[in-house]
């Protein structure tokens, strides 16, 4: 993420956690904290149980954070916020608990008939492959809860829809056929089939490394009856290295009704 | 393979289904997809990091070693740069990207004490890694990235502490202080877990080869194999033209170098003298009364103490005298005592000090910054003196200094005083480069210390010529030294590859 991104995200994540903004620029900003945000991303848990107990007048914190220090001729103090910056990790954390599950609508209008909205279960997965190197990859997928029938780039597709959380006055909503926790076993399948189609040249290479240490390290040690404790070591480490492991994570996912 | 799977997501939602949590937030789950769209690592190679490091211009050597290091060596190298080069911003774009890519949570760096800071806020700054500079009750288990000492790091109960620790990357700064196998520091990174591992230093080789073998062996052990094959590997190098290209082969592929002019960029011109000076007839006299002493007495004897001596009587009168009189006090008999006393008295009557003059004179015709290197703090005090009475200014700079003390004596230098007189062990860690000549009035046994010392100056934002003024005095232990300087660079030529200029211009064959 660029400075500018981090910027436009803040601006976007405060707004939409009603915090104000005292300053605002396109280089840094600082903001209001609600007494609910600063609860969950300032870190004094003492604070608040001293005001809550004595019954004090609760004064969250302002926070000024810097996105882009180059462009800075105010003299102002403030955090720096970059791409891998514990602030920026931590709102990031706190984005992803906050929208892990949703449940949304399609907004259908002006029809005489009563719409008929279906169910779908929406996953987006990460999946990273890991040795001494890493590739990640991202599957956004959909299952209709009435046929089964799954559709692949499911997220980008709902962006040409228009949908929101409350359900259309009239709609009727057909019940599952699959229930969502089956469809989310079938996406699942889907994304270790997709899994195992992939190329692992790159885990077979990994292989080759770590064996042709392995062999290194069996050298150095070579004729040494007891060996000494730093050889286990040198083993787990290249094991570690090297050893090909494959994480697959729910980013977020939900039920969807759709025309 | 081993797939990694969590149904926390799945029980979350049947939680959610079952009407127990309630649903979450539209554009916060939105969000959350371009967070992990936009931050995905699309590809195992390639770095993510430098375009997300918006205060910091790496340059094109320092990105091609830190794709390099992850790219061909996995990770575990020795970054052996000229010294000046950047070798802490190509450590820390390769710690970054495994920062970024997930592969390492968790990272130690053992740095020199005076560089700690220095460390903490070039990550903070140039790479914002919240580095943490380690203190008393620095709790370990809450720090990613942790700075300390490797003199710190030896001891308990840090060392418990930090084997208790899952480190996933190890850097070691000025990584020659690892040279010697027997050393507790070294078998303290031996028996570090080494996932990721880089070793630092401008100089794996100093005094002889089996240092670097000893670095390798700690970074990859047995890549040169166990010390008996390489033993007898590198003697048959020795005759052998072609195990030569070998060994060096070997070596290059866990070490990346690069030397000054290999980096594209427009170096100034080293300009490297030896300048020989004659004692006084008096000095001369005085030199040879101490070289005498060991046929009078016993505790003069030892090579070591005389070696000592006559380094000092090259250096400065008020040098010698400190050891002198130190020694005095062990001998015994009278007649002893009375020799010692006289050479002393003979030592204390001398009024010119020949290597001074020249340094004076070096000094005033520069007509610009200098910095002086001496061995001995009497020495220091000494030039200062001397300088003084000449109306030269001058600083003074050791590396037991702090931080503000030594920003601030660079300061001084820089803004109001002529000469920085530094002992040896301020030689690391600071950069002078507004400032062009070098007088090493006393040498070092390693040639690797004067490579440190002209580091200061000979880096990148020098705008002039760099001029060097080694100083030796004719038919003394200076020139032994010399010889000796000359025979490491061999050395280290051979196996590490080529240097640039440290003694003289001229490359003298053994």
């Known amino acids: 993420m660029y400075p500018q991104q981090v910027q436009q995200y803040l601006r976007t994540f405060f707004l939409e956690n009603n915090c104000q903004f005292v300053n605002d620029t396109d280089h840094y900003l600082t903001v209001q904290l609600t007494i609910d945000m600063d609860k969950r991303i300032m870190n004094r848990p003492y604070y608040w149980q001293y005001v809550e107990t004595t019954g004090g007048v609760p004064c969250p914190a302002q926070l000024t954070l810097i996105t882009d220090q180059t462009k800075l001729t105010e003299n102002i103090k403030g955090e720096l916020v970059h791409f891998g910056s514990p602030r920026l990790s931590q709102l990031f954390q706190v984005t992803h608990d906050m929208g892990s599950f949703i449940q949304m609508f399609e907004q259908v209008e002006g ?70 926790n089956r469809g989310l076993e079938r996406l699942d399948g889907v994304v270790e089939n997709a899994i195992q189609q992939d190329d692992h040249s790159w885990a077979e290479q990994a292989k080759k490394r770590w064996q042709r240490d392995m062999r290194v390290l069996e050298f150095f040690y070579e004729g040494v009856e007891v060996r000494p404790e730093s050889y ?3 083993k787990t480490a290249l094991e570690q290295q090297y050893e090909a492991r494959i994480k697959i994570e729910v980013i977020n996912g939900g039920i969807f009704y759709l025309k | 393979m081993i797939i990694e799977k969590s149904s926390e997501w799945a029980d979350g939602l049947t939680k959610r289904l079952e009407g127990i949590e309630p649903w979450d937030n539209w554009t916060f789950y939105n969000m959350s997809y371009h967070i992990a769209q936009n931050n995905l690592i699309t590809e195992f190679t390639g770095l993510q990091s430098p375009k997300y490091l918006t205060n910091l211009k790496p340059l094109e050597h320092q990105l091609k070693v830190a794709e390099t290091v992850i790219e061909r060596m996995n990770g575990k190298a020795i970054l052996a740069d000229e010294v000046g080069l950047g070798k802490t911003i190509e ?28 460390w903490v806020e070039e990550l903070h700054y140039k790479f914002y890694i919240p580095a943490v500079a380690y203190k008393k009750n620095t709790p370990l288990e809450h720090c990613e990235v942790v700075v300390l000492s490797m003199d710190t790091a030896k001891k308990s109960p840090h060392r418990e502490l930090i084997f208790a620790q899952d480190y996933d990357m190890i850097i070691i700064d000025e990584a020659h202080k690892l040279k010697n196998h027997k050393t507790k520091i070294y078998e303290f990174v031996q028996s570090l877990k080494k996932k990721f591992c880089l070793l630092l230093t401008a100089t794996p080789v100093q005094n002889d080869v089996f ?13 040169l194999g166990n010390y008996e094959t390489f033993q007898s590997a590198f003697s048959a190098s020795k005759h052998d033209l072609e195990h030569d290209d070998y060994l060096k082969e070997l070596v290059n592929q866990v070490m990346v170098r690069n030397r000054r002019q290999d980096t594209g960029i427009e170096w100034t011109n080293r300009q490297v003298n030896i300048i020989p000076i004659q004692f006084t007839a008096e000095e001369k006299e005085v030199y040879e009364l101490i070289l005498d002493l060991k046929n009078i007495s016993p505790v003069f004897s030892g090579a070591f103490s005389m070696i000592t001596l006559q380094k000092e009587m090259c250096s400065s009168k008020e040098a010698t005298f400190l050891t002198l009189n130190k020694m005095r006090q062990n001998c015994t008999s009278l007649e002893e005592n009375n020799s010692v006393e006289y050479v002393m008295q003979k030592l204390m009557a001398l009024d010119i000090n020949s290597k001074a003059e020249k340094a004076l004179e070096i000094v005033s015709k520069a007509q610009d910054k200098v910095i002086i290197f001496t061995e001995y703090k009497a020495s220091q005090a000494y030039l200062q003196w001397f300088l003084h009475t000449k109306g030269i200014t001058s600083v003074l700079f050791n590396g037991k200094f702090n931080k503000n003390k030594r920003d601030y004596m660079k300061h001084l230098f820089k803004e109001h005083a002529q000469v920085l007189i530094a002992t040896e062990s301020g030689g690391e860690g600071i950069n002078l480069q507004f400032c062009h000549h070098v007088i090493n009035y006393d040498l070092p046994w390693n040639p690797m210390k004067l490579e440190q010392r002209i580091g200061r100056v000979h880096r990148l934002g020098q705008e002039h010529d760099v001029h060097i003024y080694n100083l030796a005095i004719d038919n003394t232990i200076e020139i032994d030294i010399l010889q000796l300087l000359y025979k490491k660079i061999d050395v280290f030529e051979k196996v590490v590859g080529d240097l640039d200029d440290i003694l003289s211009a001229f490359k003298q064959t053994i």
């Open chain 1, 111 to 180: 029809t005489i008939n009563r719409p008929i909205l279906t169910p779908w279960l929406g996953v987006n997965y990460k999946v990273s492959y890991y040795s001494n190197q890493t590739k990640e990859l991202l599957h956004s997928l959909g299952i209709n809860l009435m046929n089964g029938n799954i559709i692949s780039n499911f997220h980008t597709s709902l962006n040409e829809m228009n949908i929101a959380p409350s359900m259309p006055p009239n709609a009727f909503l057909l019940p599952y056929v699959i229930k969502p």
């Open chain 2, 211 to 223: 240092e670097l073998f000893n670095l390798i062996s700690l970074l990859k052990p047995g890549h």
């Open chain 2, 91 to 118: 450590a820390g774009l390769i710690l970054k990207e495994y920062l970024v890519r997930g592969l390492v949570k968790k990272a130690l760096i053992l740095a020199p004490a005076s560089l700690i800071n220095q």
């Open chain 1, 232 to 234: 286990e070591m040198e």
